[in-house]
């Protein structure tokens, strides 16, 4: 065996395995999806919309009570034009943000064939958390109780985020990692395996 392995090997028996998440972001065109993630793993916020081609990628190392997790964030752009390149990605998926924005019904009313979507194409075994975006806008057209509702109906966790202020978004991906934990779904990774799949 070479100094290199040897080297490896043993900073694994230090370090431990990673714990590996793969998160998806699911709803309509400009819900925030991007904004969400940006600003969970940059902290940073942009007003200007770019729309997502296809799908983006983010991650995070995230602490939760004394245990770090690499969150990896599969963002989808939300264009029916992308919905074959986000079908082949959703399999292996452990956490679902599903994502509508509390100042769009038509958002809103899209999250069933969302979750369909989602369902039919390898994410049933997935946490799914519903998200009411951009709560620091007053013109809301979805309350809050309608969101609950919502969620409580499909079995979900309800959250209200703004990408904004930040408000809610930590509280919503310890909320998610947390039922995640709970439902034993966690994956060890050791290290030297990250580039091997995400
Ligand atoms: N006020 C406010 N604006 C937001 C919030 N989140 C996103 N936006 C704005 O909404 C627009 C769309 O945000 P994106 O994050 O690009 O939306 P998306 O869901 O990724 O859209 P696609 O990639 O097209 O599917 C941008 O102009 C953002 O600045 C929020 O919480 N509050
Ligand atoms: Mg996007």
């Not at 769009?104 to 369909?116: E, G, M, Q, V």
């Not at 799914?128 to 409580?152: C, F, P, Q």
């Amino acid at each position: 065996m070479d100094g290199k392995s040897t080297k490896i090997r043993s900073t694994r028996e230090i370090i431990g395995p990673i714990f590996w998440i793969k998160l998806v972001g699911l709803g309509s065109e400009g819900v925030g999806k991007t904004s969400l993630v940006r600003s969970f793993c940059d902290k940073k916020f942009s007003k200007s919309y770019h729309a997502t081609v296809g799908v983006d990628y983010g991650f995070k190392i995230h602490e939760l009570e004394g245990v770090e997790y690499r969150l990896n964030f599969w963002d989808f752009g939300g264009d029916t034009d992308y919905q074959l390149i986000r079908t082949e990605l959703y399999k292996d998926t452990q956490g679902c943000m599903l994502i509508f924005d509390v100042t769009n019904k038509a958002s809103f009313d899209k999250l069933d064939s969302w979750l369909h979507e989602f369902h039919d194409n390898g994410g049933q075994g997935a946490v799914v958390t519903v998200i009411g975006n951009k709560s620091d806008k007053l013109n809301r057209h979805i309350s809050i109780e309608e969101g609950k509702k919502w969620a409580a109906k499909n079995g979900c966790d309800y959250y209200e985020t703004s990408a904004a202020s930040k408000s809610g978004v930590k509280e919503m991906l310890d909320g998610l990692l947390t039922t995640i934990i709970e439902r034993r779904m966690i994956k060890p990774k050791w290290i030297g395996e990250e580039n091997k799949q995400k």
